[in-house]
């Protein structure tokens, strides 16, 4: 999209109210709102912000940042039209003063600097698609709680299913913004949600899952409901994950993890990029996996991934390869949850997998049996690894593995595991109701 074309829509739907928007280290969405008056300026990207009140990127002496816009992330937002009077968005590149230098510590600067890696080793394509999970929960009072509105399971309909118009309303109003939406669906638990966006390149799919996530939120709460992508919010049911599908495209097109002549058509490419993930899937949890409450949804049980082994139908493992070959050939990561940093944990599962086909690593055999099953001797002979199980683990992982930083930039990987250093030391001291409960009358 041009600047022309912009100023067109801009022009033709009555754009009075434009929004600036770009995201924190946390994957936090941040927002400037500016007059239609402010227009042209903003899209020449000569607007400022003070980047010092941003958790995470800069002191107060370096405050002045520009705000430098994507133009193909322009959109109308069809929520927001007031007396013939629309709102529009575009998400930007956060810059330094100087106008002409990318903040290292902006995530959508970072993410593509690591896709330039990838393009430079002859992949100039990373296409990934998420698969994101979510909760409708009903409010109190304009609380948000834990009681689910419907009683429904994976895959049903109404009446049981009361979603199905909150979830429709969402499909509608992306489709507004210009997503391909595949599917929707009601999810294994009570109250839990799927909808399933087309993949695109990693950018735009970053773009695309925060959006999303913005999305969902505004119209659940049309429907008085509250919208939340934490991992486990409600103990002994199934967590929200958002596994992630992800493919590398050679220049000439094709896609680089198909080999038609090779077993279950994975090219030595895929294969690489596979033992790579495998090597480096604990050390990226903490960035795939953010919160405390992440390491609530790993554990076995629960369907969700705890196991670092790879296989081409086996969900128990942490990866999987769908049935789909030809440029469908993917590789299914499926421990991220919907709490992460899109940009970060993108740029670190494709650091992790050049890694594999950068130094020729060799991938471990597939495991295709349940690995849920196995006792821990069984695991131990067949070489397979288990996701860190706490926030605490997960950081220790990442800050010992190089990838880590390379990565992240040393900006953003020095200010995210400070900030979640405090975090895990935030909730080691806290007193918890299981505590009280466990404990006060006993003792």
Sequence with gaps: MTKEQILEIIERDNVCFFRLQFVDIFGFMKNVAIPRSQINKALDGEMMFDGSSIDGFVRINESDMYLKPDYNTFTVLPWRSVDGRA???IICDVYRS????????????????????AADLGFPSFNVGPECEFFLFEMDEGAPT????????????????????????????????GFEIEASHHEVAEGQHEINF??????????????????VK???????????????????????????NQSLFKADGSNAFFDDSAELQLSETARQYIAGIVKNARSFAAVTNPL??????????????????????????????PAARGMSTRVEVRCPDPTCNPYLAFAMMLKAGLDGIVNKLEAPPSTDSNIFAMTPDEKDAAGIASMPASLREAIDELVANPISREALGNHIYEKYVE????????????????ELDEYLRVY
Excluded: Q
């Excluded at 505004?218 to 992630?244: C, D, E, Q, W």
């Design 146 to 177: 834990t009681i689910t509105h419907d009683v429904a399971g994976y895959f049903s309909v109404d009446p049981e299913d009361n979603g199905i118009a909150c979830r429709r309303e969402i499909i509608e109003t992306l489709e507004k913004m």
């Design 218 to 244: 505004t119209i659940a709460r049309k429907y008085g409901l509250h919208a939340t992508f934490m991992p486990k919010p409600v103990f002994g049911i199934n967590g929200s994950g958002m596994h992630s």
């Design 198 to 215: 087309k993949y695109a390149d990693a950018l735009t799919c970053a773009d695309n899952t925060v959006t999303f996530k913005w999305v």
């Design 292 to 321: 405390v409450n992440s390491y609530k949804r790993l554990v076995p049980g629960y369907e969700a991934p705890v196991y670092v082994a790879w296989s081409a139908s086996n969900r128990s493992a942490l990866i999987r390869i």
């Design 419 to 434: 900030a979640k250093n405090k975090e895990w030391d935030a909730y080691r001291i806290s007193v918890t109701d299981w």
């Design 98 to 117: 100087d106008g002409k230098t990318p903040f290292e510590g902006c995530p959508r600067v970072n993410l593509k600097r690591v896709l330039k890696e």
């Design 87 to 89: 709102a529009a968005r």
